[in-house]
């Protein structure tokens, strides 16, 4: 069975930085991608960043470009999501995702339980 933690949600500061990590167990995703999507507050999910399995190869939302990194470490099979210059419309609960997909930016199959994101301005 497949498993996704996210961690490192929290409350901040509008300039503020925050990391979310996301520890995944029952499998290794052995040349899949994974990525992050956001759900804020009384709107769709959407997508965030994307990377592929050696972590050469990543895709930012327009909203994000410049502000946030992507990496991943596969030798313990997590997933991080560095967050700088944070502004309070990049509130919401973030998710981690992951498995194989015909699209770099589309959702994938496996999903965390998602971590509340707050920036205060």
């Known amino acids: 069975q497949v498993q996704l933690v996210e961690s490192g949600g929290g409350l901040v500061q509008a300039g503020g930085s925050l990391r979310l990590a996301c520890a995944g167990s029952?499998?290794?995703?052995?040349?899949?991608?994974m990525a992050w999507f956001r759900q804020p507050p009384d709107k769709e999910r959407e997508f965030v960043a994307a990377?592929?399995?050696?972590?050469?190869?990543?895709d930012y939302a327009d909203s994000v470009k410049g502000r946030f990194t992507i990496s991943r470490d596969n030798a313990k099979n997590t997933l991080y999501l560095q967050m700088n210059s944070l502004k309070p419309e990049d509130t919401a609960v973030y998710y981690c995702n992951a498995g194989p997909t015909t699209s770099f930016s589309a959702p994938r199959p496996y999903w965390g339980q998602g971590t509340q994101v707050t920036v205060s301005s």
């Open positions: 029952g499998r290794t995703f052995s040349g899949a991608g």
């Open positions: 990377i592929n399995w050696s972590g050469g190869r990543t």
